[in-house]
């Protein structure tokens, strides 16, 4: 069931930008529409990119927000879990 | 003759229609909702576009691209995944999710109390393993505070045996220690590091259910502005097990999504999570009519995020732990074409 959920409507999760336009929902009580737009602006991108998981895997890997990894490309070099989100609290000012 | 469309029951089973019994499904399901709920039926374009969706031969079906939503999965986690923080660590690689829950199988705050020590640690491993949000969740669960499970009486027995003074009293002092209970563990997860904490499946025990976890998210909301509270529904209608309590003003018993999206917005959530039940007697297309009738109206006052629930048995979903995914990804589908939700 989670997996039929996440093809046909989700935003993909740390794969693009879902992670974080789920913490502006659920810190802020912040609508979809907004949060997208608020994340778009944070990250420099177009809404439509925010569930593109090309797009948002590079800019992801350049701001240092954590993303996934798999066996033949993986990312020694990329933030732990915490230092990740201390970057995203900082990008979406979360405080 | 017209050719038939495999689709679905409410059990999930396989069921041949042609598209125009799918289409009366649809209407059937819609004007269940208006006549059971007194809200309006969908109108005849959204039932147009549903009935695409459901007559599709598709084995899935998706939103388009661009309208996708956020994802918030509650009890995320099975035990072939390993540990329970192995799983929220699949749930983040592999699976897509945007959010993930920490949870103990006991799903209720009155039993995580007694290992809340334990709950805390496991939320600092999550935290140290996992990137996207990590809710802690369970239940408000008030009929544990009844005898012989809690200190209460029984309104179980009290109500049937017309001691209805004494059934409501006991709700009233069941309240009062689950509000206790759920305000202690849910401040400790979030000590710990949980990033939100979700109330799930509140008034499944009627208005005083509802009304404990109204208590409970308004102190913990004065308590700790930051934190994401959750609150998912246990039905599309609150009974009255109790049937005089209020929350500042609002009779608790007989909301339905539209008046449980108040009052819980009012309280302090930052997320709310309609549900709407399952009749397995019934077609998937009709119990996605029906649900989507019952949720619609609570759109329209959302101030805060609205995630429809369409796990096993609720939204349209399948009462079935295996769902098909033809149904399931149509569920998932209606609920973000017709509701315009912010998540699920």
Not at chain 1, 42 to 66: F, I, K, N, S
Not at chain 2, 43 to 53: N, S
Not at chain 2, 137 to 159: F, H, I, T, V
Not at chain 2, 258 to 265: L, S
């Amino acid at each position: 069931m989670p997996v039929a959920h996440a093809v046909a409507s989700g935003m993909n999760g740390l794969r693009a930008a879902g992670d974080l336009v789920a913490r502006l929902e659920m810190t802020k009580g912040m609508r979809l529409t907004e949060a997208k737009k608020t994340v778009a602006e944070a990250l420099g991108v177009g809404v439509g990119d925010l569930a593109d998981p090309l797009v948002m895997h590079e800019v992801r890997g350049e701001l240092r927000l954590g993303r996934v990894f798999e066996a033949e490309t993986t990312y020694p070099h990329d933030p732990s879990p915490q230092e990740a989100k201390a970057a995203i609290h900082e990008l979406l000012g979360l405080g | 003759m017209e050719p038939r469309i495999l689709t679905r029951q409410g059990d999930g089973s396989a069921v041949s229609l042609t598209r125009s019994q799918l289409r009366s499904e649809l209407e059937e399901g819609t004007r269940a909702a208006a006549a059971r709920a007194r809200v309006p039926e969908l109108r005849a374009d959204e039932l147009d576009h549903l009935l695409d969706v459901f007559a599709s031969r598709a084995r899935f079906s998706a939103v388009d691209i661009g309208d996708e939503v956020v994802l918030s999965f509650d009890g995320s986690g099975t035990p072939q995944q390993g540990s329970r923080v192995d799983a929220l660590v699949q749930y983040e690689q592999c699976l897509g999710a945007d959010t993930c829950e920490l949870y103990h199988i006991d799903y209720s705050y009155k039993a995580v109390k007694t290992v809340v020590g334990a709950e805390q640690q496991a939320m600092k491993e999550a935290q140290e393993r996992v990137t996207i949000p990590v809710h802690y969740g369970a239940q408000p669960d008030l009929g544990r505070y009844s005898r012989p499970d809690g200190p209460c009486g029984n309104w179980s027995e009290l109500l049937p045996a017309m001691r209805i003074d004494e059934a409501r009293a006991a709700q009233e002092e069941a309240v009062g220690l689950a509000v206790e209970d759920m305000v202690h563990v849910a401040g400790e997860l979030w000590e710990a590091g949980a990033d939100g904490i979700n109330f799930d499946t509140a008034g499944a025990g009627g208005d005083a259910d509802l009304l404990a976890t109204l208590l409970a998210v308004e102190r913990l909301r004065a308590a700790y502005p930051a934190m994401g509270i959750m609150v998912g529904m246990a039905a599309e209608l609150v009974l009255g097990t109790h049937g005089k309590l209020e929350y500042r003003g609002t009779r608790l018993a007989g909301l339905k999504p539209e008046g449980q999206c108040r009052v819980v917005q009012e309280a302090g959530a930052t997320i709310f999570g309609p549900a709407v039940n399952v009749n397995t007697s019934h077609t998937v297309a009709w119990n996605v009519a029906r649900a989507l009738s019952f949720m619609k109206p609570c759109m329209d006052v959302a101030r805060i995020p609205v995630h429809a629930n369409v796990g096993m048995g609720v939204g349209g979903v399948p009462m079935n732990a295996f769902s098909p995914v033809d149904a399931v990804s149509r569920c998932s589908r209606a609920c973000v074409d017709i509701l315009k939700v912010d998540g699920l």
